[in-house]
């Protein structure tokens, strides 16, 4: 444990993420303005919803990319989750009466297939026998995208923070969605975010010149 | 420490320089609007979190198969019930549901003979299923398409002593093989006509025309080819074809002026299949730099042509497989894949946009090539394809 703030405890379900973030969003965080998207809580099944999807993919497909992309760091994997979570989005628009906004409720259905893939991975690693090829070959790869493609050097650490603690990081301050918001998506409470966030700043300080952290 | 500031202001642009999501990303998921719920994500997971569970329900549906040999009939209607529009049932039936649910392929394959003799077509019906017994459902000479509520038959006749080949379509579910006569003008003025189909879908045929020694590719309506087919107006170049356009996505499809307005766009395109695609390639003067990339690249076909054009695969994963492979298709629900070789075409099932297991090996003729490959997933239509053309080639082999 470092010294500061110490980590607080966790919610039991952190791991499953937030419960009902697959299909009607998360519940209880603060509404947004994404006001463009408010008709969505009243639309009937017979909506044209491959307009709205393509409404919805032409205003936030790039951050549900960049959030798939910036946790599993794998550019492959970004395709298929954020392909999945339109496809997820698109078959449940109808229900969708969350009282989080659109965003949030995109990058909680992100979170769980993120979640998904990772579990994909830890079975692949432990299970299959080729693994620790593959896993080197890929590791290497995205190093590669990232030292080549990462848009400044924050970025490039922030990546390479533990999964937990990139993944507040970049929910703030990429995505800007509040502790609140956050806290919601993750399961987990305000003070637990907040403490990750400030363990993540310090981790970010550390690395100075670089030097990575093994993903968690 | 990085303040809030900072870390808000570095963090921001995305991730990367490039954007990830993208224009082909977008039609990726718009051409997978209409899969049912994947359930790809979770598969593993109770793979992982179950695996005990897992082997005891494959020792029991082995069981179940070898007690029982309408097992897999019987689950399959059921799953094909569950796919419809009832009511969500048990995550365990989610999962043998997509598991179980079947694509349909009709493959149409064109042999090239020498030069100067006729091309010979066969069309081959895949049917997925658990068995690799099921796979191969019917297979039958000449082309075989679907079209409205019918099929369709294509192929191509020869005209003796003329040394005419001209391609004809007719509603096979109606009628038996009645190609209209073409009307023949006086022989001693008759040029040589070749005809080939390179391409059924949708209501359209693509078709390469040899007159005067030089060939010529043509987007043909079924409705033109069905009809009297006018040899007259063929040699003079002015039989109906469909114009063709690039559309605002960058693909080729029907111009929107209309389907079959004149001679407008005859031998200014080339088709063919390139990279598992149905590829328009421009030959047509104008922008030069716009003519090199069409003609280099090719520009796929759009919805309005062929209703599925994409592949579910990356080359990598086919070439692992097949390392001599030279085309592939796979279903729009990417639960079934075939790769040809020049000497075989192999199918496979699919689980997690990956080959699975290869289910069935068929040698192709030499030089055949893929001229068609239309899909049907929807569980109302799977068994009705089965059964209607099976019955259209049993009676094609009566005849």
């Known amino acids: 444990m470092e010294a500061g703030v110490p980590e607080t405890a966790e919610a039991p379900h952190e791991a499953a993420a937030a ?102 991975s830890f079975f692949r690693r432990v299970v299959l026998v080729d693994a620790f090829r593959e896993d080197g070959a890929s590791s290497s790869a995205e190093r590669e995208v990232i030292e080549s ?35 919601e998506m993750l399961g987990v409470s305000e003070g637990t975010v907040k403490s990750r966030l400030f363990h993540a700043r310090r981790k970010l300080a550390e690395k100075g010149g670089g030097g990575g952290d093994a993903d968690g | 420490m990085p303040t809030d500031d900072e870390l808000r202001r570095e963090l921001s642009r995305g991730p990367l320089k490039k954007h990830g999501f993208d224009e082909r990303l977008r039609r990726r998921i718009e051409e997978r609007l209409d899969e049912g719920p994947s359930r790809r994500p979770f598969r593993l997971h109770r793979l992982a979190g179950a695996g005990l569970t897992l082997c005891v329900m494959i020792a029991a549906a082995v069981l179940l198969v070898r007690l029982h040999p309408m097992q897999t009939e019987e689950a399959r209607t059921a799953a094909d019930a569950v796919a419809g529009q009832g009511p969500a049932n048990t995550a365990a039936a989610e999962d043998e549901e997509v598991s179980m649910r079947r694509a349909v392929l009709l493959l149409g394959l064109r042999q090239d003979g020498a030069d100067g003799e006729a091309s010979a077509y066969r069309t081959l019906l895949v049917a997925g299923g658990p068995s690799p017994s099921d796979w191969l459902a019917a297979e039958g000479t000449g082309i075989i398409m679907p079209h409205g509520t019918d099929f369709w038959g294509l192929d191509v006749w020869e005209y003796e002593p003329l040394g005419v080949r001209l391609a004809g379509a007719w509603n096979a579910s109606r009628g038996g093989k009645v190609l209209p006569a073409s009307p023949i003008p006086d022989s001693d003025s008759v040029a040589s006509v070749d005809e080939r189909i390179l391409f059924a879908g949708n209501r359209y045929i693509a078709i390469a025309r040899r007159l005067n020694g030089e060939w010529k590719h043509h987007m043909m309506d079924i409705a033109v080819l069905a009809d009297q087919r006018n040899l007259i107006t063929i040699l003079e170049g002015v039989e109906q074809s469909v114009p063709l356009e690039v559309k605002a996505d960058g ?48 520009l ?47 199918f496979y099932s699919m689980r997690s946009g990956k080959l699975d297991r290869e289910m069935l090996d068929l040698a192709l003729r030499p030089g055949e090539t893929v001229i068609m490959a239309e899909w049907a997933t929807h569980p109302d239509y799977v068994d009705a394809w089965i059964e209607r053309v099976s019955e259209l080639f049993r009676k094609t082999g009566e005849d």
């Open chain 1, 19 to 120: 419960p009902g973030a697959d299909c009607v969003g998360t519940r209880g965080g603060e509404v947004r303005s994404d006001t463009g998207f408010e008709y969505l809580r009243y639309i009937g099944e017979h909506a044209d919803r491959k307009a709205l999807l393509t409404e919805l993919m032409h205003a936030y497909g790039k951050d549900v990319w960049n959030f798939a992309f910036s946790m599993t760091k794998k550019w492959d994997q970004a395709d298929d989750i954020a392909q999945e979570v339109f496809l997820k989005a698109y078959r449940n628009l109808h229900t969708f009466r969350s009282q989080s906004s659109v965003k949030t409720w995109l990058l909680a259905i992100t979170r769980n297939m993120v979640l998904d893939y990772r579990k994909q």
């Open chain 1, 149 to 183: 493609l990462a848009v400044n050097e924050m970025w490039k650490k922030v990546l390479e923070l533990p999964y937990k603690y990139r993944e507040v990081v970049i929910l703030y301050a990429h995505h800007q969605l509040s502790m609140k918001e956050i806290a």
């Open chain 2, 251 to 298: 693909r080729v499809g029907v111009a929107s002026g209309g389907g079959t307005a004149g001679p407008s766009g005859a031998g200014e395109w080339a088709f063919a299949r390139k990279s598992g695609l149905w590829m328009a390639f421009g030959l047509a003067a104008g922008d030069p730099a716009e003519y090199a990339y069409r003609r280099q690249a090719g």
């Open chain 2, 300 to 346: 796929a076909f759009d919805s309005s042509l062929v209703a599925h054009n994409a592949l579910a695969l990356d080359w990598k994963d086919i070439r692992d497989a097949q390392p001599a492979a030279v085309d592939a298709v796979t279903s729009p629900i990417r639960n079934m894949a075939a790769i040809l070789t020049d000497k075989n075409i192999v």
